[in-house]
């Protein structure tokens, strides 16, 4: 919104003449002339600074408005797990269409929702160092297995401690040296006992999805494999399971589809909540 606009300062007050010299009719003692020529400059220099100032207090307070916009959504963020209900975050039936191999709809049917708890023991080593900057406010997991029960996806939310510089910087980091590329790096199973996962651990693990989100301190990832505990199975990315032509057994089975469309369903109810928009209910039963 533009600022008011102020008065202009009164002119300084013209000094009174000085005594009168000789001098031809009608001309004005040059001592008289340089005062009023000073003043006037000054009234000058004081309105062009007036002008300045408002246009560039305008400005900064356009810029300031559009940062703490960004900065109060973000905020949001940060608190979303506290007000959004379990179901709305990890519900009990998803579907989606166009989802697996082939473009194949899939449904999938939550087993399990792990307690909210720290990051301890959540990723492998090497991941836990790569998030140890961006810290761990709330770690939030479920389990879910396909119509067969023959595969299953842990899908997990990271809250981090981060700023948005942190998380630019954790972001970068991951796209330059790849690290969600790496088998090293990946996340781990949460197995709730008697159910179709109660066998999916860290052999077990076959393909995963992690996102480093940069508009909300949140890390959102998805890892899926067998759920008849079968190991030896390579574990491939999901971007490279999901990618044409692919004939990995991730790729085969979709394993690398169920990350991808767990992941990126949570990511998609973030962004929506935090924008007011609810719940993604094109992704759900």
Known sequence: MPRPRLPYPPCPATPPPAPAEPATAGAEPPRTSARRTAAAATCL?????????????SWLTSASG????????????????????VDSLFPRRLHADLAGPGGAARDWTRVGVAPESDCAGAFDTLLAKALAPVGCERLLRATYTD?????????GLLVTAADGTGMRALRKRFSDERLDRRADLMPRPYAPGGTAAEHFGDAQRASW?????????????????????R???????????????????????????????????????LQQAVRGGGADKGARK
């Open 45 to 57: 220099v004081l309105g062009i600074g007036l002008i300045v100032g408002s246009v560039a207090g």
């Open 66 to 85: 559009r940062q703490s916009a960004a900065e109060r959504a973000f905020e949001r963020g940060r608190a979303l797990w506290h007000t959004l209900p």
């Open 147 to 155: 119509a067969t029960a023959t595969r299953v996806t842990t899908v």
């Open 209 to 229: 999805q992690i996102s480093v989100l940069t508009d909300l301190p949140a890390v959102v990832y998805a890892v899926s494999g067998f759920a008849d505990a």
């Open 231 to 269: 190991t030896g199975t390579p574990p491939q990315p999901a971007a490279e399971a999901v990618a044409p032509g692919a004939t990995t057994p991730p790729a085969q089975a979709g394993l690398g589809h169920d990350a991808t469309a767990l992941a990126d369903r949570l990511e998609r109810e």
